[in-house]
């Protein structure tokens, strides 16, 4: 028995355009862009919950290792700032 096709208008069917070379067709076209968008908003949405996750944790543990080597941690902003300071009067 042969397999059923996936009809136009479907991204099982862009893929077989795909597959045999062809330029798909326009409700394929359609379709696979509709997925496309799709996967990307749901890929954005996922990114950015981790990625805020992820820097509110870094800012913590930076706040912490701030708090527990305070002397070491003032020598090295201020080391930064001095770097920072000299970078900007070499723009000048």
């Known amino acids: 028995m042969a397999r059923?096709?996936?009809?136009?208008?479907t991204t099982g069917a862009?893929?077989?355009h795909i597959k045999a070379r062809?330029?798909?067709c326009?409700?394929?076209r359609e379709a696979r862009n509709?997925?496309?968008r799709d996967y990307r908003k749901?890929?954005?949405r996922r990114h950015s919950e981790t990625s805020k996750a992820r820097h509110r944790a870094r800012g913590?543990?930076?706040t912490r290792l701030a708090r527990a080597y305070a002397p070491a941690f003032r020598a090295l902003f201020a080391e930064e700032l001095a770097k920072q300071d000299t970078?900007?009067?070499?723009e000048d």
Do not use: F, N, S, V
């Open 26 to 28: 326009q409700a394929c």
């Open 60 to 62: 913590r543990a930076l």
């Open 42 to 44: 749901i890929a954005r």
């Open 34 to 36: 509709a997925y496309e």
């Open 87 to 90: 970078t900007r009067q070499e």
């Open 22 to 24: 062809e330029k798909p």
């Open 4 to 9: 059923r096709l996936d009809p136009c208008g």
């Open 14 to 16: 862009y893929q077989r």
